[in-house]
């Protein structure tokens, strides 16, 4: 098993930046894909961006198409840890992020963390 903790989230202004966190504890965390989604009040929750595992076959990063060119994440195996860096934010952006984990490419995110709010203000 594994368990994220987030952190990072705040208030910022539109445009600004904001560096989201997630640390990880458990076994193995560089064999565990990893994800960011996010979910605005009354909205689903919707996938952000994810990275993948050591050795998983195909792309490594993947962005949802409002993200890209503007989110970046990454990992730090040896530290267990997945990063969401958000730059030139939107209001839109505004929302709980959560980190999640997933053994394998073909299964659902296992394991989620409490979120982290972000709110991006106009």
């Known amino acids: 098993q594994v368990q994220l903790v987030e952190s990072g989230g705040g208030l910022v202004q539109a445009g600004g930046s904001l560096s989201l966190s997630c640390a990880a504890s458990g076994r193995a965390f560089s064999t565990y894909g990893m994800g960011w989604f996010r979910q605005a009040p009354g909205k689903e929750r919707e996938f952000v961006a994810s990275?993948?595992?050591?050795?998983?076959?195909?792309?490594?990063?993947y962005y949802a198409e409002s993200v890209k060119g503007r989110f970046t994440i990454s990992r730090d195996n040896a530290k267990s840890m997945v990063y969401l860096q958000m730059n030139s934010l939107k209001p839109e952006d505004t929302a709980v992020y959560y980190c999640?984990?997933?053994?394998?490419?073909?299964?659902?995110?296992?394991?989620w963390g409490q979120g982290t709010q972000v709110i991006v203000s106009s």
């Open positions: 999640a984990a997933r053994r394998s490419q073909t299964t659902r995110y296992d394991y």
């Open positions: 990275i993948a595992a050591i050795g998983w076959s195909g792309g490594s990063r």
